[in-house]
């Protein structure tokens, strides 16, 4: 009976061991992509190998959700037409609703696939999801990016931040600063998101990088012939 049941616990944890060894090779390319920094071609590549090694052992949440972040990247960098754009985007996508559905509870995962719902012009779907972030972790810095760009993109613009929105908008500028900037500018939000500020010491913070963005945008303009 021991012996057997020994031998259970070991088929077991064999293709569990075996799986996240697969994982290794692509490790420090994936630690790029979740740092926001882009990995070069040959730790793209070992991205996807290393993944789709891991799951042919197991079907596991954290393979399918770095494929997931694997697909989002490449989406901005090689959705030259729509099209491809929109068919890696929905490879994130089904990634990542595959991740969620064996780890429910990962405020990261969760971020990921409500961002992907924004670029795929789903907003209701990208709102579901983050009232389910909510739920699980309420002030996930994580999610703070697309909670900020849905309170930007729905509120009536001559109101005021209210204080959970203002509360967003300080920790997705804490959280990630170039891309907070980046969203202010194109969606020319500046006057809404700078009340939430006063009185902080991130109100000079953002004020300077609102005018280097500012100041960028306009060389580039001149740039253009």
């Known amino acids: ?60 949440a954290g393979p399918h959700r770095d494929l997931g ?22 490879r994130a996508e089904a990634e990542l609703t595959t991740a969620m ?16 719902y924004v670029e795929l012009d789903r907003p209701e779907q990208a ?30 613009p001559d109101d005021p931040p209210r204080p959970t929105d203002a509360r967003d908008f300080r920790a997705a500028f804490a959280y990630d600063r170039a891309r907070f900037v980046q969203m202010v500018m194109e969606l020319g939000a500046r006057d809404r998101v700078l009340p939430a500020f006063a009185g902080t010491e991130a109100d000079y913070e953002l004020r300077v990088a609102l005018m280097r963005a500012e100041e960028d945008r306009l060389d580039d303009s001149r740039a253009d012939p």
């Open 1 to 60: 009976m021991l012996a057997t049941s020994a031998v259970v616990v070991l088929s077991s944890l064999v293709p569990q061991a075996a799986s996240r060894l697969a994982e290794l090779p692509g490790d420090g390319a994936v630690r790029l992509l979740y740092a926001g920094e882009r990995p070069t071609e040959a730790g793209l590549l070992r991205v996807l190998d290393s993944r789709e090694a891991a799951l042919a052992w197991v079907e596991r």
């Open 127 to 156: 709102r579901r999801w983050l009232e389910v972030a909510q739920r699980i972790a309420p002030f996930s810095p994580e999610t703070a990016l697309v909670r900020a760009w849905i309170a930007l993109t729905t509120a009536p």
């Open 69 to 90: 972040h694997f697909y989002f990247v490449l989406a901005d960098e090689l959705g030259d037409t729509e099209e491809r754009r929109r068919t890696l985007l929905l």
């Open 101 to 116: 559905a064996r780890s429910p509870a990962d405020p990261p995962t969760l971020a990921l696939l409500a961002t992907t």
